[in-house]
């Protein structure tokens, strides 16, 4: 899933200074379920935010809540859309997507976020999440024992571990594993060593960010006869 | 002779010792420093390794290299992959070769966090081994790397480092094997404190006869301050250092007396390496005190015949 964690109230509280009628929207998906942006989230922002603005004479400020399954497909804002125009600004607690997608379907209305989207990773234990995923655009995890080396190697090695792994831990912090210790264990257990032997060469990091905006089109899945501008 | 070889790759290929020393460009403009720091190693050292931007942000690497150079001692030019693409990094071997500069150590670098500017992006396109490839295919088929042939590039003496005190070992010794099959021709360890540890690296690469494919160095430092390496050690920000020997600096004295108990651990560390047959030579590196370097150069009886 998206991992996102939440904004500080006076961070939110000073990009809607200049408003006076604010909507929290909320996301039913990834945030909710990191426990970032969903229905529970939104409704202890909104006190919060309320509570700061009386606290700072400003409670004449409306702030209202909503929050909707999904804000990174369309079809599920037009449930928002009506409520929209009594609005002066919109905050969005969804994932960076979402709230791009927002400021999209509403041109005239100042979107801002309402969290700071970190990365595509799991649950790893009760109260933390961590990063997998990089979304290079060509999965290699493969030749990598189910371990990514661009995720989670802090200098991205794809030929073994740097001289900064000891005990298991990365250069970076003691916090962090090191991932060539974790692929080397994982590769010796499946009795794969020796897939490892081969030099990795250079990558063509044209298939991620680095080759600009990405777009996935499926002919197959478009509405026949209009094509992916339907 | 092959004009177009440096002295250090004649050096490596003919099997003779190497003693080499490294520098850190100063965090100033100042060009002085820089000569003044190879003028200090002339005729003592068979080349002299410019760090990249370790630690701190200093003058570049290529241009203290082509100071060194003027002279008269021969630089190993340090590259680090964490700052520059794979676009930079070819610029920067062109221009190298252009100055005058054949020999090419390629190293990741530390992370960017752990230094001054820890807010910058970091690159990191290639990593070491993918670089050695890269400058590799430059004077040979650069086509493996999806490059077109540049002509009349290279050749260029390649290195690399080794770190006998990073694990896992056993994928230490993988990589080292990719860096020689991607075309290193020298290896500089880490700062070697711990015999013990160096002992059974040193044992897989003989059982892989590695040795014999590939120049290695052993990094040497002095303990000038026992107080800051004892404090790096656990963000292992500096390899290990046995207690004994970090309690013999420490105990010393002042700061003089540490320095010359620094040394002397050094010049120890030598003596004990020269019995490892078939490791090339030492390296030593003695950031902002270059007269300990050579002290210890002279108290090992360490030449350049």
Request: one cysteine or more; a neutral charge.
């Amino acid at each position: 899933m998206i991992v996102a964690d939440r904004k500080n109230v006076r961070e939110i509280r000073a990009m809607i200074q200049n408003h006076q009628r604010v909507l929290l929207v909320g996301c039913g998906t990834c945030v909710t379920v990191c426990l970032a942006g969903g229905e529970r989230e939104v409704g202890i922002l909104g006190s919060a935010l309320r509570m700061a603005l009386r606290l700072a004479g400003r409670d004449q400020v409306i702030v209202d809540q909503v929050t909707i399954e999904r804000q990174c497909e369309d079809a599920f804002i037009d449930a928002l859309a009506p409520r929209v125009g009594e609005y002066d600004a919109i905050c969005s607690l969804a994932c960076g997507a979402g709230v791009q997608a927002l400021a999209e379907r509403f041109p005239n209305t100042p979107v801002y976020p309402g969290v700071n989207t970190q990365f595509i990773g799991i649950l790893e234990s009760q109260g933390v999440w961590t990063e997998k995923c990089a979304a290079c655009g060509n999965c290699r995890l493969g030749q990598f024992v189910g371990i990514c080396p661009i995720t989670r190697c802090a200098k991205r090695q794809f030929n073994g571990p740097c001289g900064g792994s000891r005990d298991g831990r990365c250069e970076v912090s003691p916090e962090l594993d090191c991932a060539w210790q974790l692929i080397y264990d994982r590769a010796k257990a499946l009795n794969k060593l020796d897939e490892l032997e081969a030099v990795v060469p250079p990558l063509d990091w044209s298939t991620g960010l680095d080759g600009g905006p990405r777009k996935v089109v499926r002919e197959d899945q478009c509405i026949a006869g209009l094509g992916p501008n339907a | 002779m092959d004009d177009k070889q440096s002295s250090l790759q004649r050096r490596i290929q003919s099997g003779q010792r190497l003693l080499l020393a490294e520098i850190s460009p100063p965090p100033t403009a100042d060009p002085a420093v820089v000569r003044d720091l190879a003028r200090a190693y002339a005729g003592k050292v068979h080349a002299l390794g410019v760090s990249d931007n370790r630690e701190r942000v200093s003058l570049s690497a290529l241009a203290a290299a082509t100071l060194v150079a003027g002279e008269g001692v021969e630089p190993i030019l340090h590259l680090v992959t964490r700052d520059r693409n794979r676009i930079a990094l070819v610029s920067e071997a062109l221009g190298a070769q252009a100055l005058g500069i054949r020999n090419l150590l390629c190293t990741s670098g530390s992370h960017q966090t752990l230094g001054p500017f820890r807010a910058a992006k970091n690159v990191f396109d290639l990593d070491p081994v993918q670089l050695l490839q890269l400058y590799r295919g430059l004077a040979g088929d650069a086509t493996a790397v999806g490059e077109k042939q540049l002509a009349g590039v290279g050749p260029f003496c390649l290195g690399g480092t080794a770190a006998p005190y990073a694990d896992p070992l056993e994928l230490q010794i993988m990589r080292l094997s990719k860096k020689v099959a991607a075309g290193a021709q020298f290896l500089i360890t880490q700062p070697v404190f711990d015999l013990e540890r160096f002992s059974t690296w040193w044992d897989e690469i003989v059982r892989r006869k590695l040795h014999e494919k590939v120049a290695i160095v052993a990094g040497i430092q002095p303990l000038s301050d026992a107080q800051m390496a004892e404090d790096l050690t656990p963000q292992r920000r500096q390899t290990p250092i046995p207690a004994d020997a970090l309690g013999r600096v420490k105990s010393a004295g002042d700061g003089a007396a540490q320095r010359a108990a620094g040394i002397a651990l050094a010049v120890e560390t030598i003596q004990r390496l020269t019995r490892f047959q078939g490791l090339r030579g030492f390296q030593i590196c003695a950031d902002g005190d270059p007269q300990a370097a050579l002290e210890i150069i002279d108290k090992s009886a360490l030449g350049t015949d």
